[in-house]
Nanobody
Framework: VQLQASGGGLVQAGDSLRLSCTASEGTIVPYVMGWFRQAPGKEREFVATISRGGTVRDYADFVKGRFRVSRENAKNTVHLQMNRLLAEDTAIYYC???????????????????WGRGTQVTVSS
């Protein structure tokens, strides 16, 4: 599969954004999906992951309660709903995929082998 993230933009602190990751040239059904982000001058970091069937999710502590990851396998799309955005959420957001087993989630970027182009999220304070 090939992945493309979209939905980024410039928002104010406290606003919401919904990112989407759409796959082409294949189906996301066999894949564990993840979201990562990279701020200027910082390393890429884990944000969220969702299992193949969408029943298991895991989040980085700094987004728990604010972000929600979901997937629509029939539409080959994964979403990241981001609420109550903070200035420190400013980053390029990437989606990633790795074939996995039922119920599996992956929070290490080193495991993923398919990456999409990122989408810029800028939050002004």
């Amino acid at each position: 599969v090939q992945l493309q993230a979209s939905g980024g933009g410039l928002v104010q602190a406290g606003d919401s954004l919904r990112l989407s990751c759409t796959a082409s040239e294949g189906t996301i059904v066999p894949y564990v999906m993840g979201w990562f982000r990279q701020a200027p001058g910082k390393e890429r970091e884990f944000v969220a992951t969702i299992s193949r069937g969408g029943t298991v999710r895991d989040y980085a502590d700094f987004v728990k309660g604010r972000f929600r990851v979901s997937r629509e396998n029939a539409k080959n799309t994964v979403h990241l709903q981001m609420n109550r955005l903070l200035a420190e959420d400013t980053a390029i957001y990437y989606c990633a995929a790795k074939q996995g087993v039922t119920g599996q989630t992956i929070n290490s970027m080193h495991v993923y082998d398919v990456w999409g182009r990122g989408t810029q999220v800028t939050v002004s304070s």
